[in-house]
């Protein structure tokens, strides 16, 4: 579905319900919602430690005490996904807080004006995550963008892209001026490991707390320290812009498609 108003029409309720009568596979239920996500993953050991802490925007003493303590957050609004609703936090020595998105940046004298000028929009809508420092490539933010689809009851990696910042520093999406740089300037053994086992175990999780995911995308990061952290899973990943992750992409999901209707069990 090409949008979260159209999963939510009568019409296509209707129409998942018909392939569940008739026992027709489907897969990826629905759209995410950040805050539903950072919950089932804390739910799982294995995957907790790679969260940066979350929490909802609700009430000025919550945000105060959050902010106070971690200096930088991500302002993200639950639903949105390209790096559309994301504000970067900062909090000066001098009390004073920075507000800054992709297309203008604002100041407030205290976080008390922060939360007054924001609460209506952010209010119920926005999750509040802790902005990890993350190694950056000539200055700039990158991270890396992980394709990942089911296969013989485990989930692998079906291609790894890096996107990096440049006009920026809120947000690496090329929508927003990021650029493309192959993974192998970054790539190592390890990496390609801890990459492969948090894929495997996010699309279990996801399946476990959402009903079957045949496909998704990861946006990781990068500690200095080598740690990764998890900022965010998508539930519908937008074509590949690298030709042979896009390639891989359509071959992997037609076998998804074989696999769930036991056409090959029927071919033989």
């Known amino acids: 579905m090409p949008s979260r108003a159209k999963e939510k029409s009568r019409s296509f309720q209707n129409f998942v319900r018909i392939l569940g009568n008739k026992g027709i596979p489907f897969f990826n239920p629905s759209y995410l919602n950040k805050w539903e996500v950072y919950q089932a993953f804390k739910k799982d050991k294995f995957l907790s430690d790679y969260l940066p802490e979350t929490r909802p925007f609700q009430n000025l003493d919550s ?23 994301i504000d970067l936090l900062i909090l000066g020595e001098n009390g004073a807080v920075t507000c800054q998105n992709v297309h203008q940046k604002r100041q407030y004298p205290s976080i008390e004006s922060c939360y007054a000028d924001r609460k209506e929009e952010w209010t119920g809508q926005y999750i509040l995550q802790e902005a990890v420092e993350t190694e950056k490539i000539n200055g700039n933010k990158y991270d890396f963008r992980v394709l990942v689809h089911y296969q013989n009851k485990n989930y692998i990696v079906t291609g790894i892209g890096v996107r990096v910042s440049t006009k920026q520093q809120i947000t690496t999406h090329t929508t927003n001026g990021g650029k493309r740089i192959p993974f192998q300037h970054l790539a190592s053994p390890a990496l390609e490991k801890q ?6 175990a996010c699309g279990h999780q996801l399946s476990k707390e959402f009903d079957f995911f045949g496909e998704f995308s990861m946006d990781i990061g990068k500690k200095k320290t080598g740690e990764l952290v998890l900022f965010e899973v998508n539930a519908k990943p937008m074509s590949f812009d690298e030709i042979e992750i896009e390639k891989k992409r359509l071959e992997h999901i037609t076998q998804l498609f074989f696999e769930k209707t036991n056409f090959e069990d029927a071919k033989g």
């Open 63 to 85: 945000f105060q005490s959050f902010l106070s303590e971690k200096k930088r957050l991500y302002a993200k609004h639950r639903s949105l996904s390209q790096g559309n609703g």
């Open 195 to 200: 990459i492969s086992n948090l894929a495997n």
